[in-house]
């Protein structure tokens, strides 16, 4: 599963790659159906939707999963995923070291629902909260759901990670065990003039869809308008070399503690179907 030549010239040029049905339907049953027995627990590892009423009270009926953090810990299927060749295998070529997990999420958008994620750079996160000293750091997201324009796709600006951090974010000086997007937003004066000399992207596709993405690239999403629910996993993978230095550190199951360098499985998902049946 090593990437073309062609392939790493996109990534570098653009700071995003697509990689369609990298996985098979069965594959994303299996996947899917951790995902909704993970949603079931609770814990500081699940985030919620922020729902207000019409008075502009607090709704205090059980909230829409945003996101989950660290299912790899809890989920067989998950911790092995992480490790899957077609993932592990890109992500170690393109930072050219040994690498472990740095943080897994699954975002989640609720059907006519599902709250926006601002513009954002996620390194600019990680150096803020993590102290992670560089951008050596490389996020692969999968869809467990099938991506369209209307249920809020990851929205990229190509090219927009070669310019180094975005400055002057709106809420730069915060620092959260979650850090939303939101908290680190560009402001709308950069954006318009990044969007402009760059253009927006939106990558779409069917379950099992893979998008590698740079951690400078400038990326954001809007609310999902659609009956349709959209699913986001994403591994973020870091240099072995490029430990945060923040102390306290973030919880565990934001940013991960295992540090030992991955090896990537001989074996597929696929194959733990077969065996569980």
């Not at 959209?230 to 870091?238: F, K, P, Q, S």
Request: with cysteine.
């Amino acid at each position: 599963m090593r990437l073309t030549h062609q392939q790493t010239d996109v990534y570098e040029r653009d700071g995003f790659l697509v990689c369609p049905d990298l996985f098979h339907p069965a594959e994303m049953e299996l996947l899917m159906d951790a995902f909704r027995r993970d949603a079931t627990t609770s814990g500081e590892h699940v985030v919620s939707e922020s729902l207000r009423r019409e008075d502009g009270r607090d709704e205090q009926s059980e909230r829409p999963v945003r996101s989950i953090y660290a299912s790899h810990q809890r989920h067989p299927e998950f911790a092995h995923l992480v490790r899957d060749r077609r993932l592990l295998e890109p992500a170690l070529q393109l930072l050219g070291s040994d690498a472990y997990v740095y943080q897994f999420k699954i975002n989640a958008k609720a059907p006519f629902g599902g709250e926006e994620w601002a513009w954002h750079q996620d390194y600019r996160a990680w150096k803020i909260a993590d102290d992670l000293p560089a951008p050596h750091i490389i996020s692969v997201a999968v869809f467990l759901d099938e991506f369209t324009e209307s249920n809020g796709p990851v929205k990229f600006v190509p090219g927009s990670h070669r310019s180094g951090l975005v400055p002057n974010p709106s809420n730069a000086g915060k620092r959260h065990s979650h850090l939303d997007p939101s908290d680190i937003a560009i402001g709308d004066e950069h954006m318009t003039d990044i969007i402009r000399r760059k253009g927006l992207c939106s990558p779409t596709g069917q379950p099992g869809t893979a998008v590698i993405f740079h951690p400078q690239v400038v990326h954001g999403s809007v609310r999902n308008m659609s009956p349709h629910p959209r699913t986001l996993l994403i591994v973020t993978y870091n240099d072995v070399r490029n430990l945060p230095l923040a102390r306290p550190p973030r919880p565990a199951h934001v940013v991960c503690r295992d540090t030992a360098p991955l090896q990537p499985l001989e074996t597929t998902l696929a194959d733990m179907i077969g065996r569980s049946q």
